[in-house]
């Protein structure tokens, strides 16, 4: 079955980066892109941005410009998503998800904490 | 960025009875291809978002027939025909026709 996991929870000091993977099983790769969104504690559903998995094309939210990049790695069908300069506010739940406007399989979630 | 407005955010309901919730985009949602991609996802506590309904109206595989999903351009509609106990959670619509891509703030439904 379709399906997208991610790695494990991180804890990180502000400042440092974090880079989130998602493994993608089950359909081509290749045929779909990856979103990212992210939600902080108790808070609503953020979208971060999406990466072609075709030919590596991304758009990124505007207000993580120059912080976030998206990749992916054909050979293993994984994304990553890393984020750099980490601040408190980034403390949250990040998922990634197959498709840009109809996202419809969801990874289990990775949690990032960012603590001094 | 376009601005999707749920409402209600909270909705107690009884069970069995029907349940309704409302989203509206501050833009039109239909795309240049004719598609209007609104969706609706429901978040049960400590789990992933689950796409229930796509481009206004369809089901997912396996999303019981009690979810309905109607509306157009602007207005658009979730109904369950009538709420069971594993219906508790959060429920979003999300705008996938215009970038980048916005969720309504969500709305919590709980049992009565």
Redesign the interface.
């Known amino acids: 079955q379709v399906q997208l996991v991610q790695s494990g929870a991180e804890v990180k000091k502000p400042g440092a980066s974090v880079k989130v993977s998602c493994k993608a099983s089950g359909y081509t790769f290749t045929s779909y892109g990856i979103?990212w969104?992210r939600q902080a504690p108790g808070q609503?559903?953020?979208?971060m941005?999406w990466i072609s998995a075709y030919n590596g094309n991304t758009?990124y939210?505007?207000k993580l410009q120059g912080r976030v990049t998206m990749t992916t790695d054909t050979s293993t069908s994984t994304a990553y998503m890393e984020l750099r300069s980490l601040r408190s506010d980034d403390t949250a739940v990040y998922?990634c998800?197959r498709d840009?406007?109809?996202?419809?399989v969801?990874?289990?979630?990775t949690t990032v904490t960012v603590s001094s | 960025d376009v601005v999707m407005t749920q409402s209600p955010l909270s909705l107690p309901v009884t069970l069995g009875q029907p349940a309704s919730i409302s989203c509206r985009s501050s833009q039109s949602l239909v795309?240049s291809d004719g598609n209007t991609?609104l969706?609706w996802?429901q978040q049960r506590p400590g789990q992933?978002?689950?796409?229930l309904i796509?481009?206004v109206s369809n089901r997912?595989s396996g999303v019981p027939d009690r979810f309905s999903g109607s509306g157009s351009g602007t207005d658009f509609t979730l109904k369950i025909s009538r709420v069971e106990a594993e219906d508790v959670g959060v429920y979003?619509c999300?705008q996938?026709?215009h970038?980048?891509?916005?969720?309504?703030?969500?709305t919590k439904v709980e049992i009565k």
């Open positions: 979103s969104v609503g559903l953020e979208w941005g758009n939210a505007q998922y998800a840009l406007r109809e996202p419809d969801w990874g289990q979630g | 795309y991609y969706n996802f992933s978002p689950r796409r796509y481009k997912d979003y999300m996938g026709t970038w980048p891509s916005t969720f309504g703030q969500g």
